[in-house]
């Protein structure tokens, strides 16, 4: 009878199952000894049924009751030994410690998660034996955890920090989620030199990978179980998973190891990441490593570390509120050593025994791992049984630290039964007994234990200390999460922090010593070898220079500084660097070599404000935005064409001040200059910007004023908010927020109402104004820049502030120095008689042909400047002078101080406009042979200030219409010179009073 191919395929296959069946499932092991005790076993998979439980290490506990504390299952035809006492455990890590210093194969040799190149899973060998040194010296001996102490300082402050925060808000709190974040970013601090990245999502994938490894602890141990008969099949169990968490992990570790090979700080001792880099490099090293290696051993310290810490904390908080006469008694014993006025801190833990007695208590009964594995590398005896080699052995810690023969009310959670010796539970190796092992025992146990057992500490500490717990039910759920090798609670602990009440004083405490170390002693770092920072003059502790940027005159207390110290300096105000320069010379290779690096102003203080915030064009950096808006304010606002379009708004708002005096000569009447220079200017700039003034008789233009009187009295405080952004920020927090923001708002209101009406009822008998042109690009999808109604508002607000207070303030300037000297006031008399004639008012048109008006107001500014301090910000690092600057430092450029140089300037202190009686062009050219910049009342560089040809305009005309038409009487025959900052504005301390008197009234 013909047999079909088929059939014989089929015949095949059958015989080669039942081969397969018999070697793997039947075939037992052969050996002449008598092995432990075991359990009847099912056909085929005989005891895998009880490894699959939802509790797999409650199982096997209840099994040692029935066959004793050492018993084997078989898996299929696999023996597995399984201890539950801790005299066996006491033999087998005593005894014969080397012989099951082996974890077996790893089920899968490329993964970074339990692979053949993890710490935890290699042999007992030179590998092993290499790592653990590193790891010992660079991270986990004593000498290493005392280095690394005020990383976890820092890392407990912050978790204090982000409870209270929950607190405050009556949030509630997933203990393991912030617990695990406490331990990932100290463990990752601790290994490369920072935590994870919160910003970019890099956090939160290292926690969600852990959470998913954890997930897979029962899977990897089955597939460890089934290595090797499945082997010879070259089958690989849950392989797909296993992998793909790897693989993810690998992605976030390459990333890690790329950017610590780039930002290696030669200054900080050299951290985990470091020596293992550089070993990774070195081809003479005692043991050659892989990249591979060193990502499975972060992800081994980070899984460990990160994982069982955080069930420890969640375990022992939970225990802890269920039963409150230990939290009494923590409490106490917290309150004796560390008070009520700050943290409990590492150095206190040795002082707290009754604390590190409930954080042992807590890991005896909830061992975060519950079973953890060996394997015999040779055959031996254990109790009279016979264990072959290559044997997986498991010992069961849950069961060994709940075994009645060993502790008493073993299921009860009672602190006090570590008082008895500092020892705790190695007191029990006299007994010939290892009945405490939440870290595992002998060489293979857990290297990291005394560390974990300082975060938990600490972690509980912080807990205990300072908050009550709310929850829900009155006891905690302590139920198990099923087929989890990793104890973890099936329902997260979830609770709502109270303070307590001593806490109102703590929290300031305890936020003053957040700045001081984040503020004042965390001190930048500076990666250029062979350059020094520029001198420094002493400094206060903590606050560094600050004293000195608060004096009354900053400007002239730098002035000081940098003549004892030069005219290149180095400040600190707390952590922040600062660059002060008084140099002519400095400030020419600043802004002609180093330009674009400061052509940024920095951060603003607060983004959403309109006064110098986000969207303002003056903290703007050097970027799309910033172009866009330069060019328009020079084609339609100051740019020469611009200009000579406005000059019949100017003309007009000239005549109208002309009048104004004219009314106050007529009625005899005094005037404050400063007022009425305000209005004029005012009057200006908006009528060129946006086609006419603010209303007087809606209280419009009043409202205004009182907005540009406070904004003055803001600027400092903006300038210590923008000083304080980058530390405060950590914190949340926000200098004169409420200040600045009540400013910013009512601007807000005004403007938004401003363009409305301007958009409703156009004035069609003029051209377009830039308001016109901003609201055109507001509209427009196709624009070249989309900018938005703030966008508007803000520059509106930097343009109208910045030129009415400069204006008019160099206005004041100039009248004092005219009266205090009478020889100028009679040339520059004489000047605009002859040009201008006694028929009509200056104007624009004359100026060109009035030399000595010009440098009268030029000598004013030099003396004078609007702004005595010009501030900048270094991007990046770079040399200047032969000395390093490190990037983001700020710069400030005294200009007062440059342009009353005596090196530069014949006669400083002395008002004599002749100096600038020389062509400018001359004056330039001067500077660019000398190599100086000795002139800057407008800053200089790309950044310097657009509307400077304007400033010019409007001062001196407005200063030849005073000085034309006019006489005047003032109290005193001088005016007072004594000099104020408001904010960073140079005025006048005394407001200039005085009573004109007609010379001649124009003919038109």
């Known amino acids: 009878m013909a047999v079909s191919f088929q059939d014989s395929l089929i015949l095949i296959i059958i015989c080669l199952f039942a081969l397969i069946c018999y070697s793997l499932f039947f075939k037992k092991p052969k050996n002449g000894f008598e092995m432990p005790p075991s359990p009847p076993s099912l056909p085929i998979i005989g005891h895998l049924h009880l490894l699959l439980s939802a509790s797999t290490h409650k199982s096997l506990q209840k099994l040692s009751y029935k066959y004793g504390p050492l018993f084997h299952l078989n898996i299929f035809s696999f023996p597995v030994i399984f201890v539950s006492s801790a005299s066996v455990a006491y033999e087998i890590f005593r005894e014969h410690d080397v012989n099951f210093s082996f974890r077996g194969t790893p089920p899968i040799d490329e993964s970074l998660l339990v692979g053949s190149y993890g710490f935890f899973t290699a042999p007992y060998g030179g590998y092993w034996k290499f790592m653990k040194k590193i790891m010992f010296t660079k991270l986990l001996g004593p000498q290493a955890l005392d280095r690394s102490r005020g990383i976890r300082a820092d890392e407990a402050e912050r978790f204090y920090a982000s409870l209270l925060d929950k607190g405050v808000k009556n949030e509630s709190v997933e203990i393991g989620k912030e617990a695990m974040k406490f331990t990932n970013n100290i463990i990752c601090k601790m290994i490369m030199g920072r935590s994870c990245n919160e910003e970019n999502g890099e956090a939160e994938r290292v926690r969600d990978l852990v959470t998913k490894s954890t997930a897979l602890t029962m899977k990897i141990f089955v597939a460890n179980m089934f290595q090797r008969p499945l082997k010879k099949l070259g089958i690989s169990l849950f392989r797909k998973e ?16 790329e950017e610590h090979e780039k930002k290696k700080d030669d200054d900080q001792d050299m951290d985990l990441m470091d020596v293992l880099l550089e070993t990774c490099r070195d081809e003479t090293a005692e043991y050659r490593i892989t990249r591979s290696h060193i990502k499975s051993l972060f992800v081994d310290l980070v ?14 908080m939970a225990e802890i509120i269920n039963n409150p006469k230990v939290l009494v008694r923590l409490r106490e014993e917290i309150d004796s050593v560390a008070g009520k006025t700050r943290l409990v801190q590492e150095r206190d833990l040795q002082n707290l025994p009754y604390l590190q007695a409930t954080v042992k208590e807590g890991l005896r009964l ?72 939440p870290f595992g025992s002998g060489r293979r146990g857990c290297p990291g234990s005394n560390l974990a057992y300082i975060i938990v500490g600490i972690a509980i500490g912080v807990m205990v200390q300072c908050f009550d717990w709310k929850i829900k039910e009155d006891k905690v759920d302590m139920e198990e999460a099923p087929r989890a090798l990793v104890l973890t609670m099936a329902r997260p602990l979830r609770c709502i922090p109270v303070a307590r009440t001593y806490c109102l004083i703590f929290i300031f405490l305890f936020f003053f010593s957040i700045l001081c170390y984040s503020l004042f002693f965390k001190k930048t770092k500076d990666t250029r070898v062979g350059c020094d920072l520029p001198p420094s003059p002493p400094s206060l502790p903590v606050i560094g220079h600050l004293h000195l940027l608060l004096s009354t005159l900053v400007h002239k207390s730098l002035q000081k500084i940098s003549s004892n110290y030069g005219p290149f300096v180095h400040l600190r105000i707390f952590n922040t660097p600062i660059i002060l320069v008084s140099s002519a010379s400095v400030a020419y290779e600043i802004f002609r070599a180093h330009d674009v690096n400061v052509s940024s102003r920095g951060a603003p203080a607060i983004d959403e404000s309109l006064l110098f915030g986000s969207s303002g064009v003056i903290n703007a950096p050097c970027n799309d935005y910033w172009k866009f808006m330069k060019k328009l304010m020079v084609t339609k606002l100051l740019g020469p064409q611009a200009q000579e379009k406005s000059r019949g708004i100017r003309a007009d708002e000239i005549k109208r001040f002309y009048m104004k005096l004219l009314d106050k000569a007529r009625k005899k009447e005094s005037f404050e200059l400063g007022k009425e220079a305000m209005k004029l200017v005012n009057n200006i700039m908006c009528r060129m910007s946006m086609g006419r003034r603010f209303s007087e008789e809606d209280g419009e233009v009043e409202r205004f004023k009182g907005l540009v009187t406070e904004w003055s009295g803001l600027i400092k405080r903006m300038f210590l908010a923008v000083m304080f952004r980058r530390q405060l920020e950590k914190l949340g927090m926000s200098l004169f927020k409420n200040e600045i923001m009540r400013v910013s708002n009512r601007c807000d209101e005004i403007l938004e109402r401003v363009l409305v009406e301007h958009k409703e009822e156009p004035d069609k008998d003029q ?20 900018i938005t109604r703030n966008h508007i508002k803000a520059f509106f607000v930097e343009l109208l502030f910045g030129a009415i207070d400069t204006s008019s303030t160099t206005i004041l300037w100039t009248m004092a120095e005219i009266i205090n000297n009478p020889n100028v006031l009679e040339k520059l008399r004489k000047e605009l008689d002859s040009v201008v004639g006694k028929t009509r008012l200056i104007q624009e048109t004359d100026i060109p042909n009035l030399p000595y008006l010009q440098a009268v107001v030029k000598e004013t500014l030099r003396l004078h400047p609007p702004g005595p301090l010009l501030p900048r910000e270094f991007q990046k690092e770079c040399e200047i002078g032969g000395f390093y600057i490190p990037e983001k430092t700020r710069l400030v450029v005294n200009v007062y101080d440059i342009m009353r140089d005596p090196d530069l300037w014949e006669d400083p202190l002395i008002f004599m406009p002749e100096r600038f009686l020389a062509s400018s062009k001359s004056g330039q050219e001067d500077e660019r042979k000398e190599k100086v910049l000795k002139y800057l009342p407008f800053g200089s560089g790309r950044r310097g200030c657009p509307g400077s040809a304007l400033g010019y305009i409007l001062v001196g005309t407005a200063i030849g219409v005073i000085v034309h038409g006019f006489k005047w009487r003032t109290n005193g025959d001088k005016v007072n010179m004594e000099e104020v900052m408001e904010g960073v504005i140079l005025t006048m301390a005394h407001p200039l009073k005085f009573t004109p008197v007609t010379r001649y009234v124009p003919l038109s």
């Open 303 to 316: 899984i460990a570390g990160s994982d069982t810490s955080r069930h420890a904390t969640q375990w022992t």
């Open 767 to 786: 051209g377009t104004d830039m308001m016109d042109v901003l609201l055109a690009a507001n509209g427009d999808k196709n624009a070249e820049y989309k």
């Open 242 to 257: 296993i992998m793909s968490v790897s693989c993810r992990f690998d992605e976030v570790l390459e990333r890690i190891l």
């Open 366 to 437: 909830h061992p975060p791992g519950a079973l953890f594995a060996r394997s015999s590398r040779e055959g031996c005896k254990i109790r009279g049984f016979y264990i072959p080699e290559n044997t997986p052995l498991v010992v069961n810690a849950y069961a060994v630290m709940r075994d009645p023969d060993s502790w008493e009310d073993p299921n009860e959670f009672k602190p006090e039964r570590f008082l008895g010796s500092p020892r705790s539970g190695q007191e029990d190796e006299r007994e010939n007994a290892l009945k405490y092992i």
